[in-house]
């Protein structure tokens, strides 16, 4: 296979090809009539899907840096860069992108009833903008891209999204767009520095910046990493900038919520590990501002999870229980340990899974109830029977529960942080435990119990398009579960990066290589 | 080319598309005094004009390709990148406004063939105020400009509002053009010049008791400047007179006059008053927050479309000081893109205002536009690009320009208006894109509440070409960013050591190549 791969270059177009097919499959969409909309953007993400699977098999886990790397001059004379390539993390989080777009594109078949080519071509600009920001190593062309897949999702909110779409697209927009302009401030900042410090070879590549980037006061890299750590963070989102998230996930439809909680989220915490932490580690793991991350994403665990907990509507629980388990990923990665990034690099995966597919189940639920008040129900498991298994099931790996994808991703995190910031950690641990509690009563008042409400006397059990959408995730789940090791592998290289680059500058952070004895 | 200045055919050659513009427009006035009477009339004078300004458009063309400049140091008029960079934009906005007006006047039945030969007057002042070297042959421009466009603002004379618009411009303006004069009696008086290469020479060697004087001359300059480009405190006519004035007006106003006034503010400040950075740097670093602050927290308060754009068109002012801050060669070029894309952006909202509005668009709110998208979906999408080029998002132009003055701002050491850049900049998402949010969003008012939202074809047409170019050179701004390089090339002596340079030799093959010591090289 890998063999095959190598005979038609595929290393070289591969990152390239994951750009602009849906591009490409966005102007088909637009073209062709509406009835055809959906099919051809299942193709597209399809092919996607195929022609990402190669990455797995041509990644070669075995070495540091990057992969599948590719150069094109774009802008030259201010030295902008097309400039893609992969590590481990990276390669995750393409493979999860391209495994959840055709699900939602699935997902929406039913429940995207109008304007469906715009509805489809968003979603194929917004796959494009997703890989994009997971693959760009220039500055310039990952700030275009994060800030271009802006667009696709505000006008998947505001246009297809529910009763109080139009609140949560503006506020999902200009929050985002606050971090992201001050990031762009500093982006320019480094590049000078940068440039000057290399004698005049201005260039906006991620690798040369970090190369040429002087040691600048501590003060200037604090403003930096903030202006960094602003945009990250609403995008995580950590604990006090989650207030858009809420919103924009309950508002949206099934495919947006599941993409913004399913990948979205992710670009936040892929944005510490590739560039705010690798920039500015003294600031990042400066003792104060470290200990400030870490309680942040402690509250970020407990809060989420309490205010689950009361939450009326269904979709908002999950997307309260995303602060929590985002709080994990920031967790982990603060805990400067093998174990720590390890997880929180998986929690980012699982989260991703898990939280997809409960947002498909709820869509699904939704489109035959059309309510996702949890008091609507009740009962609901003796007229579909195998959506109360799924549920039941995708809710105990959320949980982390052992054997599923969930538990692995969530321990290490915590063992992890233990070894570094105990009291953190055992904080944290009370999270996992709340988790159990909300979901669990809510499947309960949900699922179980007597059959009472009339409304959902004739509800019908799943069909077969929806098996196709979750028996992918369910697999996933297990395999996670059960043998995470080929995972973990291909990811552990990009781990050791992220703590070496964490503690370059850092002398008094813990000595990690000495204590996994490598 | 070569051009001698003493040499009367040089000098014809030198101020071709000026002279061809005066022509034209008085070749009009001849139209409009022998056919007046049918709609027909102005109609015609409508494309005789902009015939005028593609010919004139040609000619600068023509002049920039054959590097045409001048034997020795320019004393009455340039001749350099700059000045046909600064031209072009003028005359693309000129054209564009002189399109969109053909339409409009026919539509609310003001009949002024005269009208035409107003804006070429007004476009030749404009070319005048970026091409002087010397400042009274700016100041000459403006006012030629200025008295133009009183006119143009009252031209709709049933119209009460259009009549105040005028008066409030005529007073204010006439206000500006006294502290302009004086500012330039001062500096006079401080350097004995009024030319502006020698000011340059001039305002560095000044004795210590003219000090004063020249300082007082920059800031009266500033005053007078400030007024016209309706800058924050000097900005209060301008909501009033844009909103008053009919619509193609108000677009010439908020994208071209604007233009001019930068184009010469931005030669006053970096061919004669370089010297002088680390004062004026100051003052203007101040003018322009107060601009972006007060600029897009006004718009934001806006109901009505008209003044929701005039305010908009306000804060545009303060980012386009932010270019000139650290007096940069760079800063120039920035700003000369920005210009562009800006002008391009502005007349396509305002085109599309007029599509949907009747009587003035005084009335027409944000809400009107709900469901274009369902109605017109090209011209729902014409206006989105607009609005997400105004904002300033990749993948537009208006990003690139942006980001060239923030780049400009950042690498000349002034992080801080940077910062406010970005943060007013989101205040103005939350005007522009309410509109978006309407056309695509929001269901229609009612069944026909786009029956007669109409865009002439040609109009549709130009409107594409220009929106294509908005998102081709926001993906690829290479080209244009090196012509807005070439542009600022002439302005040679930079005060302040951190110039936005550039690591890679430029493109072969151009007919400009950058003189030696441009931080382009």
């Known amino acids: 296979m890998a063999a095959f791969l190598q005979s038609i270059g595929y290393e070289h177009w591969i990152l390239t090809a994951l750009l602009i097919v849906p591009v490409a499959g966005a102007a088909i969409v637009l073209a062709a009539p509406a009835a055809a909309a959906r099919s051809i953007a299942l193709a597209v993400t399809l092919l996607e899907l195929i022609l990402s699977l190669g990455l797995w098999v041509a990644f070669d886990p075995s070495l540091d840096g990057m992969q599948f790397e590719r150069v094109i001059p774009w802008v030259g004379t201010y030295g902008i860069e097309y400039h893609v390539g992969i590590d481990g993390i990276s390669l995750m989080m393409v493979l999860l992108t391209t495994v959840l777009t055709p699900l939602s594109v699935l997902g929406s078949w039913a429940g995207i009833t109008t304007r469906e080519r715009g509805f489809y071509g968003m979603m194929l600009v917004l796959t494009t903008g997703m890989i994009g920001v997971f693959v760009a190593l220039d500055l310039f062309f990952f700030y275009v891209l994060w800030e271009v897949m802006l667009i696709p999702m505000y006008f998947i909110i505001g246009i297809w999204g529910g009763k109080a779409r139009l609140y949560a697209s503006l506020k999902f927009f200009i929050y985002t767009m606050v971090g992201s302009l001050l990031m762009l401030v500093a982006i320019l900042y480094v590049y000078f520095a940068a440039g000057r410090q290399s004698g005049g070879a201005f260039s906006f590549s991620l690798e040369h910046i970090l190369r040429h980037l002087p040691t600048l006061p501590l003060g200037t890299q604090a403003w930096l990493f903030g202006a960094f750590f602003l945009a990250f963070a609403i995008k995580v989102p950590m604990f006090p900038f989650h207030t858009w998230l809420p919103d924009a996930h309950t508002e949206a439809p099934t495919a947006g919520s599941v993409l913004l909680a399913g990948v979205l989220l992710k670009m936040g915490t892929y944005g510490f590990i590739r560039f705010a932490v690798p920039l500015f580690p003294a600031v990042a793991f400066h003792p104060t501002v470290s200990r400030i991350i870490i309680t942040l994403a402690v509250i970020g665990i407990v809060y989420g999870a309490l205010v689950a907990m009361v939450q009326p509507d269904f979709k908002r629980l999950v997307a309260y229980s995303s602060v929590s388990h985002l709080g994990f990923v920031m967790l982990g990665l603060w805990a400067l340990t093998m174990q720590g990034t390890q997880g929180a690099f998986l929690v980012m995966i699982n989260h991703g899974i898990s939280t997809g597919a409960l947002f498909l189940l709820i869509g699904m639920v939704y489109e035959r109830r059309h309510s996702r008040l949890v008091t609507d129900f009740g009962g609901i498991a003796a007229v579909m029977p195998a959506f109360a298994a799924i549920l039941t099931f995708v809710s105990l790996s959320s949980i982390g529960l052992p054997a599923t994808n969930g538990f692995v991703g969530e321990f290490l995190v915590l063992l992890g942080s233990f070894q570094t910031h105990p009291a953190a950690a055992v904080i944290a641990t009370t999270g996992v435990i709340i988790a159990a509690a909300y979901l669990l009563w809510a499947l309960k008042r949900i699922l179980y119990g007597p059959l009472e409400k009339n409304e959902n006397r004739g509800l019908t059990d799943l069909t077969g398009r929806e098996y196709a959408i979750l028996a992918p995730l369910l697999a996933l789940i297990l395999w996670l579960g059960f043998y995470p090791q080929p995972v973990l592998r291909r990811m552990e290289p990009a781990a050791r990066a992220y703590i070496e680059s964490a503690q370059r500058a850092a002398p008094g952070a813990p000595d990690v290589a000495a204590r996994e004895g490598r | ?521």
């Open chain 2, 1 to 521: 080319m070569v051009l001698d200045f003493e040499n009367g055919r040089d000098l014809a050659l030198g101020l071709l598309p000026e002279l061809i513009l005066t022509a034209w427009a008085m070749l009009l006035c001849l139209h409009s005094a022998w056919r007046h009477r049918e709609s027909d009339a102005q109609r015609q004078a409508g494309w005789l004009s902009l015939a005028g300004v593609v010919l004139a458009a040609g000619a600068t063309i023509w002049l920039w390709r054959g590097n045409a400049h001048l034997d020795g140091i320019p004393l009455v008029v340039n001749v350099d990148a700059f000045r046909w960079a600064s031209t072009l934009i003028i005359l693309t906005g000129v054209g564009l406004s002189t399109i969109l007006s053909i339409g409009y006047l026919d539509r609310e039945g003001i009949n002024v063939p005269e009208y035409h030969a107003m804006v070429l007057f007004a476009a030749v002042g404009m070319l005048f105020m970026v091409n002087g070297a010397d400042l009274l042959i700016i100041f000459l421009g403006l006012e030629t400009m200025s008295v133009a466009v009183y006119v143009l603002a009252g031209i709709n004379r049933r119209s009460a509002h259009s009549a105040e618009a005028a008066l409030k411009y005529f007073l204010l303006g006439a206000f500006a053009s006294a502290f302009l004069l004086y500012g330039i009696a001062l500096l006079y008086g401080a350097t004995g010049t009024t030319r502006l290469v020698l000011l340059g020479v001039q305002a560095a060697h000044v004795t210590a008791e003219m000090t004063l004087l020249l300082r007082a001359g920059i800031a009266m300059l500033f005053v007078g400047f400030a007024f016209k480009v309706a800058a924050v405190p000097f900005h209060m006519w301008a909501p009033d007179v844009y909103d008053g004035s009919p619509t193609p007006v108000t677009a010439l106003m908020a994208a071209t006059v604007k233009a001019a006034a930068f184009g010469a503010f931005a030669r006053i400040l970096l061919q004669g008053l370089a010297a002088e950075q680390q004062h004026w740097g100051a003052v203007l670093w101040w003018l322009a927050a107060a601009t972006m602050v007060v600029g897009n927290l006004l718009a934001l308060a806006q109901r009505s479309l008209k003044r929701m754009l005039a305010y908009s068109s306000i804060a545009h002012a303060g980012y386009l000081l932010v270019a000139l801050v650290p007096g940069s060669p760079a800063g120039a070029s920035a700003f000369l893109y920005y210009l562009l894309f800006y002008t391009f952006a502005t007349v396509g909202a305002f085109a599309v205002l007029i599509a949907r509005g009747r009587q003035g668009e005084r009335d027409v709110t944000t809400d009107d536009l709900s469901g274009l998208a369902e109605s017109d979906p090209a011209l729902a999408l014409i206006m989105a690009i607009c609005m997400l080029s105004l904002l300033g998002f990749p993948g537009t132009a208006g990003f690139i320009g942006k980001w060239y003055i923030l780049a400009t701002a950042t690498g000349g050491g002034y992080t801080t208006i940077a910062v406010l850049l970005v943060l007013t900049s989101v205040i103005s998402a939350g005007y522009y894109l309410p509109v978006i949010m309407a056309m695509y969003m929001k269901p229609r008012l009612h069944e026909r509440s786009h029956a007669d939202t109409v865009l002439p074809a040609v109009m549709r047409g130009v409107l594409v070409a220009a929106m294509l170019a908005v998102v081709v050179f926001g993906i690829w701004p290479g080209r244009a960013l090196y012509l807005a390089r070439v542009g600022s090339s002439g302005f040679l002596v930079t005060p302040v050591p951190a110039t936005f340079a550039s690591p890679s030799p430029l493109p072969p093959g151009h007919p400009a190549p950058l003189p030696p010591g441009h931080p382009g090289q």
